[in-house]
């Protein structure tokens, strides 16, 4: 009998390379015409400023010693960073940082990220053929990152707009950009994921891309296999500084409309809701009844806001925008914030385990730090869910702006509430979608759910609000 014979992956791996070749080569995209065409359209952005202090140096994340001028660390910086990385130790000398650019009118337009200009007294453009220009900042819009250059000059060439609605995951796309101060570097790969939502926006659908982006990439064009701009490289994910395969770039459908209003008014302005949005879990989707976890739970509402003046209430889960299925709350922010103010938007709300319609007319999205949310003892020994909850005092309700309603969470003993998230100081609003107006009424719907089922619980912590799932459990 003929002997078993193993073959190491990585021969198995060589051999099949070698063996579809020819089909594999045939199917992979070609760049160089691409980048031939459109690599003059992208430019090197370098700004000026004043710096603030001494201590570390930082070039667009990296933090550097500030070392000594004749350290020989100093030497590989220089070659890795250029001089322009490396920031100047007098508090009186100008520095240099570098990010990345294109051109979106033959006139002069460009856009880049608002970080890389944030702040500058002085910005300078650098072309492929090592002109520069002077650029005038028409305006900036830091929500979506965006800022609208202008350069005195004509015949410039600037890119093909196209749109990031069509782009596909798994599709082939492009950056070029000058990372780490290397001018005109191309870099490819795919689209790994659409709308993505970032802790620091949730009103831009950010493209997710394997793009190899870095520190000087920032503000470049993101192609797709037509040679239209797609999207506008804006950050990446990184434990290091960094590329780690994690990047982001802001959608050139939303970029091209922070264009159009800068131009005409010189500002932004965004649809709001006025609401605070949360997940829906398996859990909570079960105590609403649905059949699968989908839309955007409201946790809360804003003073004076449309969706008040609409009745939209705490504890609606919002499933459809304007026609558009909310599949996740993620969704609902881009929506919202691209519909025109003062238009009326049509919702579709889960309530009471039935589809409501309402009408609301879209407000325009306040300055950060300008929201202010509404804020719509007696004791007990701990209950089947492990809560000991009493009456809030006066003093209480004045710190919370809560007029009337909710009781406190005093202590919290191991259990279900304690499982789903609940801590001690948590002021319960709601429970199983019913107000809680104190201590004895949170006793009495507790007692009327049938063990075994999860119902949904609003508490306020802090000047927030969240829904968290209790299974109550069996007796």
Same mark, same amino acid.
């Given at each position: 009998?003929?002997?078993?014979?193993?073959?190491?992956?990585?021969?198995?791996?060589?051999?099949?390379?070698?063996?579809?070749?020819?089909?594999?080569?045939?199917? /992979?995209? +070609?760049?160089?015409?691409?980048?031939?065409?459109?690599?003059?359209?992208?430019?090197?952005?370098?700004?000026?400023?004043?710096?603030?202090?001494?201590?570390?140096?930082?070039?667009?994340?990296?933090?550097?010693?500030?070392?000594?001028?004749?350290? @020989?660390?100093?030497?590989?910086?220089?070659?890795?960073? !250029?001089?322009?990385?490396?920031?100047?130790?007098?508090?009186?000398?100008?520095?240099?940082?570098?990010?990345?650019?294109?051109?979106?009118?033959?006139?002069?337009?460009?856009?880049?990220?608002?970080?890389? %200009? &944030?702040?500058?007294?002085?910005?300078?453009?650098?072309?492929?053929?090592?002109?520069?220009? $002077?650029?005038?900042?028409?305006?900036?819009?830091?929500?979506?990152?965006?800022?609208?250059?202008?350069?005195?000059?004509?015949?410039? @060439? @600037?890119?093909?707009?196209?749109?990031?609605?069509?782009?596909?995951?798994?599709?082939?796309?492009?950056? #070029?950009?000058? @990372?780490?101060?290397?001018?005109?570097?191309?870099?490819?790969?795919?689209?790994?994921?659409?709308?993505?939502?970032?802790?620091?926006?949730?009103?831009?659908?950010? #493209?997710?891309?394997?793009?190899?982006?870095?520190?000087?990439?920032?503000?470049?064009?993101?192609?797709?296999?037509?040679?239209?701009?797609?999207?506008?490289?804006?950050?990446?994910?990184?434990?290091? !500084? !960094?590329?780690?395969?994690?990047?982001? *770039?802001?959608?050139?459908?939303?970029?091209?409309?922070?264009?159009?209003?800068?131009?005409?008014?010189?500002?932004?302005?965004?649809?709001?809701?006025?609401?605070?949005?949360?997940?829906?879990?398996?859990?909570?989707?079960?105590?609403?009844?649905?059949?699968?976890?989908?839309?955007? /739970?409201?946790?809360?509402?804003?003073?004076?806001?449309?969706? +008040?003046?609409?009745?939209?209430?705490?504890?609606?889960?919002?499933?459809?925008?304007?026609?558009?299925?909310?599949?996740?709350?993620? *969704?609902?922010?881009?929506? %919202?914030?691209?519909?025109?103010?003062?238009?009326?938007?049509? /919702?579709?709300?889960?309530?009471? !385990?039935?589809?409501?319609?309402?009408?609301?007319?879209?407000? &325009?999205?306040?300055?950060?730090?300008?929201?202010?949310?509404? *804020?719509?003892?007696?004791?007990?020994?701990?209950?089947?869910?492990?809560? %000991?909850?009493?009456?809030?005092?006066? +003093?209480?309700?004045?710190?919370?702006?809560?007029?009337?309603?909710?009781?406190?969470?005093?202590?919290?003993?191991?259990?279900?509430?304690?499982?789903?998230?609940?801590?001690?100081?948590?002021? #319960?609003?709601?429970?199983?979608?019913?107000?809680?107006?104190?201590?004895?009424?949170?006793?009495? $719907?507790?007692?009327?759910? +049938?063990?075994?089922?999860?119902?949904? %619980?609003?508490?306020?912590?802090?000047?927030?609000?969240?829904?968290?799932?209790?299974? #109550?459990?069996?007796?």
């Amino acid at each position: 009998m003929k002997k078993n014979t193993l073959i190491p992956a990585a021969i198995c791996l060589v051999y099949g390379l070698f063996a579809v070749s020819p089909g594999v080569a045939a199917t /992979l995209p +070609e760049f160089s015409e691409l980048v031939e065409t459109y690599g003059p359209s992208v430019v090197n952005i370098g700004t000026k400023h004043k710096k603030s202090r001494r201590g570390t140096r930082k070039f667009h994340g990296f933090s550097i010693p500030d070392l000594p001028g004749d350290n @020989p660390l100093q030497e590989l910086f220089r070659h890795f960073f !250029g001089e322009e990385g490396l920031l100047p130790r007098d508090e009186d000398e100008q520095s240099r940082s570098l990010g990345s650019g294109f051109f979106i009118s033959s006139d002069g337009y460009l856009l880049t990220n608002f970080h890389v %200009v &944030e702040g500058a007294d002085e910005i300078i453009v650098r072309t492929s053929d090592r002109r520069e220009f $002077l650029a005038k900042l028409v305006g900036t819009d830091k929500r979506s990152d965006i800022a609208l250059l202008k350069v005195e000059a004509q015949d410039l @060439p @600037p890119v093909e707009i196209g749109t990031a609605k069509d782009l596909r995951v798994g599709e082939w796309v492009l950056a #070029i950009g000058s @990372p780490f101060g290397f001018d005109h570097s191309a870099t490819a790969g795919i689209v790994s994921a659409k709308g993505r939502s970032l802790p620091s926006e949730n009103y831009i659908p950010f #493209i997710q891309t394997d793009v190899a982006i870095n520190p000087g990439n920032s503000g470049g064009p993101l192609f797709d296999l037509n040679g239209k701009v797609v999207g506008v490289n804006s950050q990446i994910y990184s434990r290091t !500084g !960094g590329f780690m395969g994690l990047s982001f *770039a802001i959608p050139i459908d939303v970029a091209m409309n922070v264009v159009e209003q800068l131009k005409a008014t010189g500002r932004v302005s965004r649809g709001w809701l006025g609401v605070r949005i949360q997940a829906v879990t398996q859990e909570l989707a079960e105590t609403f009844g649905m059949d699968q976890p989908r839309g955007a /739970l409201v946790a809360q509402l804003f003073s004076d806001s449309p969706a +008040e003046k609409a009745d939209l209430r705490v504890g609606d889960v919002i499933v459809r925008f304007n026609g558009k299925a909310v599949p996740t709350h993620n *969704a609902l922010p881009p929506l %919202v914030g691209a519909t025109r103010v003062d238009e009326p938007a049509r /919702l579709e709300v889960l309530r009471g !385990g039935r589809i409501q319609e309402l009408t609301v007319v879209i407000g &325009e999205l306040p300055d950060e730090g300008e929201l202010v949310a509404d *804020a719509k003892s007696q004791s007990t020994s701990a209950n089947s869910i492990g809560l %000991v909850v009493g009456d809030l005092n006066a +003093e209480q309700r004045d710190q919370l702006g809560l007029p009337q309603g909710g009781v406190i969470v005093q202590e919290i003993k191991p259990g279900a509430a304690e499982r789903a998230g609940i801590g001690p100081g948590d002021v #319960i609003l709601r429970f199983d979608n019913q107000p809680v107006e104190s201590a004895a009424r949170f006793r009495e $719907l507790l007692e009327e759910v +049938e063990p075994g089922r999860s119902v949904a %619980v609003l508490i306020q912590r802090g000047d927030g609000r969240l829904f968290y799932a209790v299974r #109550i459990p069996q007796e």
